[in-house]
């Protein structure tokens, strides 16, 4: 009898035991023999750094450190929508190190948002590539891509209703960016923007108290310098932009982003490539490696211009590859397989 009230009172210890232990060391327990050898994946840049703010000049990760995302801009997506998918993305994350995808949507070129495109199936192709991005930890940039339309409050009313709708839609992501007007040009000059940035500032804010806006500087986003005597106050991370080509642009173009990152101005390189400023000719990888380790030492985020394989040399891919994804060495083009090597 003894021996049998002594057992019963061992199985209850045991049994007491066994789920006083954590869930997960108890599942261990029932399944041993059973365990997988499947690897976790990596963490994605989003599980890495979360939400990225603006601390003083850097974009800084949720614990304040300081980040440099590597980024791939498309080419304009009226043009080239077949970039826009996902496996293109994760190629772009897995084997080149890309944290951050820039979707340009063009306004007033051929077919753009302001002169005769699809309103909504450029929204579509500028919300599925959020999407995409969302899904596989990246961070995007929805770029408003002004550029024959030289000054921004040529299309502002537009500008406004398309950021104020993202900004309802995006505002609780935490990989979002909104680039509000890619290129200022001809004769427009700083505080023209400032007012155009002003007004779209405050609809986004309205809104989304968050996400990082990016706000283009005049003469094609090179004068930084610029804008860093009279940047705008009041409002919580906002970025400008600064954008080269090196076989175009070199010292001269870097003292002026030295002398704006000198006055602590935030700066975000949300286009550059190694050809020439044309999108074509030359391509200069002895610069480009100037810029880069530039911007490492600052601390600046860039993004390569542009993701298609249109015949001009700024094109990451061959004019022959016709791969929309997991691209090959050999679908590569010689500013693709710099870039890609980039770490
Ligand atoms: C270029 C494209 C080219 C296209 C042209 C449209 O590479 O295929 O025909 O735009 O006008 C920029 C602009 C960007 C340009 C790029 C290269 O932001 O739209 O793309 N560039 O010229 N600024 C400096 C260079």
């Not at 996400?211 to 986003?221: A, D, R």
Request: charged share 25%; hydrophobic share 35%.
């Amino acid at each position: 009898m003894k021996k049998k009230i002594r057992r019963w009172i061992g199985f209850i210890i045991c049994f007491v035991l066994l789920f006083s232990l954590p869930e997960s060391s108890r599942i261990n327990v029932y399944a041993a023999g059973t365990e997988t050898t499947a690897k976790k994946a990596p963490a994605t840049p989003l599980e890495k750094n979360g939400r990225l703010k603006v601390k003083g000049a850097n974009l800084v990760n949720s614990k304040g450190k300081t980040v440099i995302l590597k980024g791939v801009s498309t080419h304009g997506i009226n043009w080239f929508p077949q970039y826009v998918n996902k496996s293109a993305f994760q190629t772009l994350r897995d084997q080149w190190g890309v944290s951050c995808i820039r979707l340009a949507m063009y306004t007033e070129e051929y077919n753009g948002y302001c002169s005769g495109g699809n309103q909504n199936e450029l929204k579509k192709l500028i919300n599925n590539g959020v999407k995409y991005a969302t899904e596989l930890g990246m961070y995007v940039i929805i770029d408003w891509h002004i550029l024959s339309d030289g000054n921004p409050k040529k299309n502002q009313k537009k500008a406004i209703s398309f950021f104020k709708e993202m900004a309802k839609k995006y505002r609780n992501h935490k990989n979002v960016f909104y680039e509000i007007c890619n290129e200022p040009n001809g004769n427009v000059s700083w505080s023209e923007i400032r007012s155009y940035a002003l007004s779209v500032i405050k609809t986004i804010r309205k809104y989304d108290k968050n996400n990082i806006i990016l706000i283009g500087t005049p003469t094609w986003s090179q004068d930084v310098d610029v804008a860093a005597q009279n940047p705008i106050k009041g409002y919580t991370n906002l970025m400008y932009t600064f954008h080269f080509y090196a076989a175009t642009h070199k010292d001269s173009l870097r003292n002026k982003l030295q002398a704006a990152v000198k006055k602590g101005l935030p700066v975000y390189v949300s286009e550059f490539g190694i050809s020439e400023c044309s999108g074509n000719g030359n391509i200069d990888e002895k610069e480009g490696n100037k810029w880069i380790s530039f911007l490492k030492k600052n601390k600046i985020s860039y993004t390569c211009w542009s993701l298609s394989n249109k015949d001009e040399s700024c094109s990451l891919l061959r004019s022959s590859c016709k791969r929309t994804g997991k691209f090959k060495s050999s679908d590569l083009s010689k500013a693709g397989k710099w870039y890609k090597a980039i770490k």
